[in-house]
């Protein structure tokens, strides 16, 4: 026991001759200052309103009959068969990906505006939603809401390189401004 206390002081007094001759370090700090106060505060209001304004379309009735098939997929318009085609054929790249792992219904209608206002701001129409498997309760409710909501073409379940039957990929129609 000796030995091993003998090097431990031994390594210290090392140690401390090594750090003699530095010193201790300074803290800067930086503060940043706010560019556009006046104007956050309304824009912060307007993507609430933005977000109601989408999330009024999920309803949380219950259709058990509609998405009762697997793969899941969606068109909103026969018209747009070959965009759902190209969906399934794996064809688009998403350049947003939502993960909804962990959230409530509630939760997921409210992420779920939120990314609608995001895709309209910065143009984006195709976008991952990943939910999980879980107990199937998003699996079945997304589908469901994803349908009610006027901007969406379609949407199909993810390839498997996505998340396979745990996501969901979707493409949404871009409203010029």
Same mark, same amino acid.
């Given at each position: 026991?000796?030995?091993? +206390?003998q090097?431990t002081n031994?390594?210290?007094?090392l140690?401390? /001759? #090594?750090?003699?001759?530095?010193?201790?370090? =300074?803290?800067?700090?930086?503060?940043?200052?706010r560019i556009?106060? =006046?104007?956050?505060?309304?824009?912060?209001? +307007?993507t609430?309103? %933005?977000?109601d304004?989408?999330?009024?379309?999920?309803?949380n009735?219950?259709?058990?009959?509609?998405?009762?098939?697997?793969?899941v997929s969606? =068109?909103?318009n026969?018209t747009?068969?070959?965009v759902?085609n190209?969906?399934k054929?794996?064809?688009?790249?998403p %350049?947003i990906?939502?993960d909804?792992h962990? @959230?409530?219904?509630?939760q997921s209608?409210?992420e779920?505006? /939120? @990314?609608?206002?995001?895709?309209q701001? %910065? +143009? =984006?129409?195709?976008v991952?939603?990943?939910?999980g498997?879980? %107990?199937?309760? @998003?699996? /079945?409710?997304?589908?469901f #809401?994803?349908?009610q $909501?006027?901007?969406v073409?379609?949407? $199909?379940?993810?390839?498997k390189? @996505?998340?396979?039957?745990?996501?969901i990929?979707?493409?949404?129609?871009? +409203?010029?401004?």
């Open positions: 026991m000796n030995k091993n +206390r090097c031994n390594s210290d007094i140690f401390r /001759k #090594w750090l003699d001759n530095t010193r201790e370090i =300074v803290q800067d700090t930086i503060f940043h200052s556009h106060k =006046v104007n956050s505060n309304t824009s912060l209001k +307007r609430f309103l %933005e977000q304004s989408h999330s009024h379309y999920f309803s009735k219950k259709n058990k009959n509609l998405f009762r098939y697997d793969p969606y =068109v909103c026969k747009f068969i070959h759902l190209r969906l054929q794996g064809k688009y790249n %350049e990906f939502l909804l962990g @959230l409530t219904q509630y209608q409210k779920l505006a /939120k @990314l609608m206002v995001a895709c701001k %910065e +143009r =984006v129409f195709c991952h939603i990943m939910h498997y879980g %107990e199937h309760i @998003l699996k /079945k409710q997304i589908p #809401w994803l349908s $909501h006027p901007d073409i379609a949407f $199909h379940q993810a390839p390189i @996505l998340g396979s039957g745990a996501a990929v979707v493409i949404i129609k871009i +409203r010029s401004c």
